[in-house]
């Protein structure tokens, strides 16, 4: 066998281990670990650098309007940059219906959209608004089965389905082997404390975080956890945030539920007085679920330890600190009038580098699984998330030395403005693979637009026993 391209002399992380041998890559995929190769057409030195699987990102928001009609600031072309930049080669970002919209056409929409755009591989959750719609159970289970194997469900906002509504979508699901993911808010909660806030004259970003009391995630979370238990569906609980939610977790979990659930960066970096910032700065940071504690933090971190969340997303949620985004409703604007997200897409594996593998918080192994293996795993994404003969090319080559201090406008999505501006990072990302090309090497972005390919899902990883 002819091999292409042979990565020497490097930490590679791998499913059974660390390992340090060759990495031999021919055509779009790896072909063999570890084991010596005598010759290749290319050769990269790894020497000093750990070898990671690409990222796989299973929560971004791309192309999309939000409940507040407000259009996200990136398009598939520069979200998929920014990603690949960060190390990230895979994503799962969101094909959102319309009220009254056919599923078919929404997910034709996004898919054309991405196929012109997209630097990476990736794939859809299917963002289910209107059970009413025209066709709406024949077009699920059709598009389930082409491969769209996951399906995502509000719980709040003004997309939100009623109890009734979750449980037929999931039943659905079930028939037809998908994923449901959960934004789990109460929403009631929500509504009673905005207006309470807004009627004492608390309008700034600052009082986001109280209007979104961590009593709404922890209610919606236990109701989730048992419309699961009572169909034995598999579902994917988004952007964990509290203490008390990653215990109802747990505790559903060693019932046998079949829950996953994740968390992101800003949660376990961030706490809540971020967003106490002069003027409407602090708009910056507002995302919904808020970010809390440090005793949160602490708890999410020790949940990420036990396996009670097993996923860490960047939940990248684009907007511009302008009219376009984050001000549409003027300088003067409530934080009841803002839209709600911040930019992850580049930041996550660095952020979660610098913590586990730098700083040695859970170590090199349980980086790859949290960013890369059990996204993949858990989707269905069976040629993604880790070096293992067979599967994709997607490598990713991290200098643990090489040190970075993010700046106020540093990233390459199309948001202008990074979140993390002043937090120093020691170990980069200094080359991107995907499918055996090079995308990225030394700060240099070398894919094309369209170059991405949809990633097909047959089957999930998450079939609960007994499933149709």
């Not at 959102?96 to 012109?116: F, I, P, S």
């Not at 939100?160 to 999931?170: A, C, K, N, P």
């Not at 019932?255 to 960066?265: D, F, H, K, L």
């Not at 919904?288 to 990420?304: F, I, K, V, Y």
Request: charged letters at 20%; one cysteine or more.
């Amino acid at each position: 066998m002819t091999i292409d391209l042979v990565i020497r002399h490097g930490k590679v992380v791998t499913p059974r281990g660390i390992v340090e041998g060759d990495v031999a890559i021919t055509g779009e995929r790896i072909v063999s670990v570890g084991n010596p190769v005598a010759s290749a057409r290319q050769i990269i030195d790894a020497m000093g650098h750990w070898v990671m699987p690409g990222g796989v990102d299973p929560h971004a928001h791309i192309e999309q309007m939000s409940g507040m009609g407000v259009m996200n600031a990136d398009t598939f072309e520069t979200a998929t940059t920014s990603a690949a930049m960060g190390g990230t080669t895979s994503v799962i970002s969101f094909a959102a219906q319309a009220k009254g919209q056919a599923l078919t056409e929404t997910v034709a929409d996004y898919t054309a959209r991405a196929l012109r755009g997209a630097m990476i591989d990736h794939a859809f959750h299917m963002t289910v608004t209107d059970t009413s719609a025209p066709g709406f159970g024949r077009d699920l289970g059709d598009l389930i089965r082409a491969g769209h194997r996951s399906i995502k469900v509000f719980t709040t906002y003004n997309i939100q389905l009623s109890d009734r509504e979750i449980l037929d979508t999931m039943a659905l699901a079930r028939k037809h082997g998908a994923l449901v993911c959960v934004h789990a808010e109460n929403d009631a909660i929500i509504a009673r404390a905005k207006d309470d806030l807004i009627a004492r004259g608390k309008r700034r970003p600052s009082d986001h975080a109280l209007s979104r009391p961590r009593m709404a995630e922890i209610e919606s979370v236990a109701r989730m956890c048992r419309f699961s238990e009572h169909l034995n569906q598999p579902v994917m609980l988004f952007h964990i945030s509290t203490a008390e939610a990653a215990a109802l977790v747990r505790d559903a979990r060693a019932r046998g539920v079949p829950i996953w659930a994740e968390t992101c960066p800003h949660y376990l970096f961030m706490t809540a007085d971020i967003l106490d910032q002069p003027g409407l700065e602090g708009a910056k940071w507002m995302c919904s679920p808020p970010q809390r504690t440090a005793q949160d933090q602490n708890a999410l971190w020790g949940a990420l330890a036990a396996g009670d969340l097993q996923l860490v997303s960047s939940d990248h949620a684009p907007y511009r600190y302008d009219e376009t985004g984050k001000l549409s409703a003027g300088t003067n604007a409530g934080f009841h009038e803002i839209a709600n997200g911040l930019p992850g897409l580049e930041t996550r594996l660095p952020l979660m580098f610098d913590a586990m593998v730098t700083k040695g918080k859970l170590g090199p192994e349980a980086f790859a699984q949290i960013t890369a293996a059990g996204p993949a795993d858990i989707y269905g994404l069976s040629q993604k998330g880790a070096i293992v003969a067979g599967k994709d090319a997607d490598l990713v080559i991290w200098d643990p030395d090489k040190q970075v201090r993010y700046g106020e406008n540093d990233l390459h999505d199309n948001v202008g403005y990074n979140p993390w501006v002043g937090r120093s990072i020691k170990g980069w990302p200094v080359h991107v693979l995907l499918r055996g090309q090079t995308i990225m090497q030394d700060g240099v972005f070398q894919g094309t637009a369209g170059g991405g390919n949809w990633i097909d899902r047959p089957t999930l990883a998450t079939s609960p026993t007994g499933a149709a």
